[in-house]
């Protein structure tokens, strides 16, 4: 073991005996004054709970289980004059918390006091201390935000009742921390910026809309080509909102037993409403139109219906359900589908400034030296979709090659790729 090693697991140790004993003596705290390494080796939230059970505990058994530290770490923490130790259980504690508090800090442990709210709520304030409590808590991942904590809550939902466990089997339920797609990673037009904006207001002032009775906000229509970010705005928004996504295809919710079909969109949307907060996210809504426009069926027609009462029903305001909808063929929806939402947010294909933004957004963690002004007027007509496919493309043609770096020919293969793909497309047979 080196010596920077040793002194790191010496730190990572004094840090869970830190948070075990904040944590322990302040009954405000919750899981969420956890940081989630924490979390793990504490096993707060385990099975989807938010509840913690005190006092945490930390032993010498687990603390080379969970970090993996040689016996020399817990003897070099057991000299310390401010540690405790009890032999029975091979327990650590800390009697003297101010005393191994600043040891903590003397020995570089500032940093993990900027990610640690337990420990930020202790030291906020104090001599030297640039951090304040709540913003160490803001940045803090939510444990609500967890695919465990998701599954949890949805299993306690669909154990209830066949009928919620019907509803689950035709959706895609996504935790926040499972979406890979962030605001951070989108190219946004200010429209889009503006509806996002708006959501968060409405949501950190549900209670005075409430009040106010403006009930008649958050569901959406996101409407544009494919490939220009229609899914990945409704994922991103996920994660901004801290929010689960329930993501609908009506296509499949359709059952052969047409009679089926008003019971499964019912089934859908109740479940939506039990899950809340939540986004739930149907794409390809002009199916509707299709529905409506093409098929005699009456049970389709009764099911159509009941989509667009249930629609009617939902709101953000009432019942915490964000609903968005996303066609790729506006002008097939009828009046009837389009007044059922607050808002039509459009998704146009980008333009040059925007389709230089996505390539340099794509390209910002690869190797490349390319000119993005100049490829940007390259790909006009390009979806935000077929962006990433052409540098995907010159990615493989790079690895192909044994390289890592990428140069004008990889890009030019993943433009030909892309043209290729586009033109089989528009292809009649």
């Given at each position: 073991?080196?010596?920077?090693?040793?002194?790191?697991?010496?730190?990572?140790?004094?840090?869970?005996?830190?948070?075990?004993?904040?944590?322990?003596?302040?009954?405000?705290?919750?899981?969420?004054?956890?940081?989630?390494?924490?979390?793990?080796?504490?096993?707060?939230?385990?099975?989807?709970?938010?509840?913690?059970?005190?006092?945490?505990?930390?032993?010498?058994?687990?603390?080379?289980?969970?970090?993996?530290?040689?016996?020399?770490?817990?003897?070099?923490?057991?000299?310390?004059?401010?540690?405790?130790?009890?032999?029975?259980?091979?327990?650590?504690?800390?009697?003297?918390?101010?005393?191994a508090a600043g040891w903590f800090l003397k020995k570089g442990g500032g940093p993990r006091v900027e990610e640690n709210p337990a420990l930020a709520f202790f030291l906020e304030g104090r001599d030297g201390i640039q951090v304040?409590?709540?913003?160490?808590?803001?940045?803090?991942?939510?444990?609500?935000?967890?695919?465990?904590?998701?599954?949890?809550?949805?299993?306690?939902?669909?154990?209830?009742?066949?009928?919620?466990?019907?509803?689950?089997?035709?959706?895609?339920?996504?935790?926040?921390?499972?979406?890979?797609?962030?605001?951070?990673?989108?190219?946004?037009?200010?429209?889009?910026?503006?509806?996002?904006?708006?959501?968060?207001?409405?949501?950190?002032?549900?209670?005075?809309?409430?009040?106010?009775?403006?009930?008649?906000?958050?569901?959406?229509?996101?409407?544009?080509?494919?490939?220009?970010?229609k899914t990945s705005l409704a994922l991103a928004m996920s994660r901004e909102l801290h929010m689960p996504v329930l993501e609908v295809r009506l296509a499949m919710v359709t059952s052969q037993y047409l009679g089926e079909t008003?019971?499964?969109?019912?089934?859908?949307?109740?479940?939506?409403?039990?899950?809340?907060?939540?986004?739930?996210?149907?794409?390809?809504?002009?199916?509707?139109?299709?529905?409506?426009?093409?098929?005699?069926?009456?049970?389709?027609?009764?099911?159509?219906?009941?989509?667009?009462?249930?629609?009617?029903?939902?709101?953000?305001?009432?019942?915490?359900?964000?609903?968005?909808?996303?066609?790729?063929?506006?002008?097939?929806?009828?009046?009837?589908?389009?007044?059922?939402?607050?808002?039509?947010?459009?998704?146009?294909?980008?333009?040059?400034?925007?389709?230089?933004?996505?390539?340099?957004?794509?390209?910002?963690?690869?190797?490349?030296?390319?000119?993005?002004?100049?490829?940007?007027?390259?790909?006009?007509?390009?979806?935000?979709?077929?962006?990433?496919?052409?540098?995907?493309?010159?990615?493989?043609?790079?690895?192909?090659?044994?390289?890592?770096?990428?140069?004008?020919?990889?890009?030019?293969?993943?433009?030909?790729?892309?043209?290729?793909?586009?033109?089989?497309?528009?292809?009649?047979?």
């Amino acid at each position: 073991m080196t010596t920077d090693t040793g002194t790191r697991d010496v730190i990572a140790v004094m840090e869970l005996l830190l948070t075990a004993e904040i944590f322990n003596r302040n009954q405000d705290l919750d899981i969420n004054d956890l940081h989630p390494r924490c979390r793990e080796f504490f096993g707060a939230g385990s099975g989807g709970n938010p509840e913690v059970k005190r006092p945490l505990i930390v032993s010498e058994g687990a603390i080379k289980k969970a970090l993996g530290a040689p016996d020399t770490v817990c003897q070099a923490i057991r000299q310390n004059p401010f540690v405790g130790y009890d032999e029975f259980g091979q327990r650590l504690n800390l009697p003297s918390l101010d005393v191994a508090a600043g040891w903590f800090l003397k020995k570089g442990g500032g940093p993990r006091v900027e990610e640690n709210p337990a420990l930020a709520f202790f030291l906020e304030g104090r001599d030297g201390i640039q951090v304040r409590y709540q913003d160490v808590r803001a940045r803090n991942p939510r444990f609500e935000d967890t695919k465990e904590y998701v599954e949890a809550k949805v299993s306690r939902i669909v154990g209830e009742s066949e009928e919620m466990r019907e509803a689950r089997d035709l959706i895609i339920i996504c935790a926040p921390d499972e979406v890979e797609f962030s605001l951070d990673n989108l190219v946004c037009t200010p429209r889009q910026e503006e509806i996002i904006r708006k959501i968060g207001v409405a949501l950190d002032h549900q209670d005075f809309l409430q009040q106010q009775r403006i009930y008649e906000f958050g569901r959406l229509l996101f409407v544009g080509p494919p490939g220009t970010g229609k899914t990945s705005l409704a994922l991103a928004m996920s994660r901004e909102l801290h929010m689960p996504v329930l993501e609908v295809r009506l296509a499949m919710v359709t059952s052969q037993y047409l009679g089926e079909t008003s019971k499964n969109i019912d089934r859908i949307f109740d479940l939506a409403k039990k899950l809340a907060p939540c986004i739930l996210f149907i794409d390809e809504f002009d199916f509707v139109a299709k529905t409506r426009v093409s098929d005699d069926h009456g049970a389709m027609k009764r099911a159509v219906n009941m989509l667009l009462k249930n629609i009617d029903q939902i709101s953000f305001v009432k019942n915490g359900v964000l609903l968005i909808g996303a066609t790729n063929h506006p002008r097939i929806l009828d009046e009837a589908a389009w007044r059922r939402f607050d808002e039509v947010v459009e998704f146009p294909l980008p333009d040059l400034a925007m389709r230089q933004a996505i390539l340099e957004k794509i390209a910002a963690a690869i190797d490349c030296n390319c000119n993005f002004a100049d490829l940007a007027v390259e790909t006009e007509g390009f979806s935000g979709s077929d962006l990433r496919m052409m540098m995907k493309e010159a990615v493989i043609s790079a690895l192909m090659d044994d390289r890592h770096h990428i140069d004008a020919a990889d890009i030019e293969q993943g433009l030909l790729r892309v043209e290729e793909r586009n033109l089989i497309r528009d292809t009649g047979y």
